[in-house]
């Protein structure tokens, strides 16, 4: 019985070993955007474990996009980002975090103006120009980049509308608080 543990707890450490030295990869997926409106565009990262800091150059097409602002991801909320357009096309974007992304997700979110007209494309290219573990140690990487398209106004991605008319998510909210109201009386 005690070999066959120790032979489990050795094979299971091998999996996460090996797991591990396949690396993360980054990217992002295509998608298509609304013409005229604001898209944010996720930063995806797969195969995280313990990953510490994160160094990215995610590069697009101006013509079609223009960059409004950066944001953490879900999986990176516990740590820090900086992200900055240091020429128009080129956004650098530096995550940190203490104690380790790990998981399948979004690590940044990007937000952008829309600039294109409907079939315009852009590619979104990542670089990872660094990936470390919370040992500080050199992470594996891969990359996957997309494109982004532009479609007609309202398109998924993009144009920053509610899901519902205004009229009908008023009365919504109006009659949760009528009934959060009648219960209270």
Do not use: H
């Not at 990869?25 to 990262?45: E, H, N, R």
């Not at 128009?88 to 990007?110: E, F, H, K, P």
């Not at 982004?148 to 519902?164: C, F, N, R």
């Amino acid at each position: 019985m005690q070999r066959r543990t120790v032979f489990g707890v050795i094979a299971l450490l091998v999996l996460v070993c090996a797991a591990g030295a396949a690396g993360i990869v980054v990217g992002i997926d295509s998608q298509t955007v609304g013409a005229g409106g604001k898209a944010v565009i996720p930063v995806k990262i797969t195969g995280a474990y313990g990953v510490g800091g994160l160094d990215l150059t995610v590069t697009y097409d101006t013509a079609a996009l223009k960059f409004v602002s950066g944001e953490a991801g879900t999986l990176a909320k516990n740590g820090m980002i900086e992200t900055n357009e240091v020429q128009q096309g080129t956004i650098n974007i530096g995550i940190v975090d203490s104690q380790g992304i790990i998981g399948d997700g979004n690590v940044a979110l990007l937000t952008f103006d829309v600039l294109g007209t409907q079939g315009t494309s852009s590619p979104m290219d990542v670089v990872v120009r660094g990936a470390f573990g919370t040992d500080l140690k050199n992470v594996a990487n891969n990359v996957a980049g997309g494109t982004i398209t532009v479609g007609p106004p309202g398109s998924a991605g993009g144009a920053g509308k509610l899901p519902l008319p205004a009229g009908v998510a008023v009365a919504a909210v109006c009659s949760a608080f009528w009934i959060a109201g009648r219960r209270a009386s």
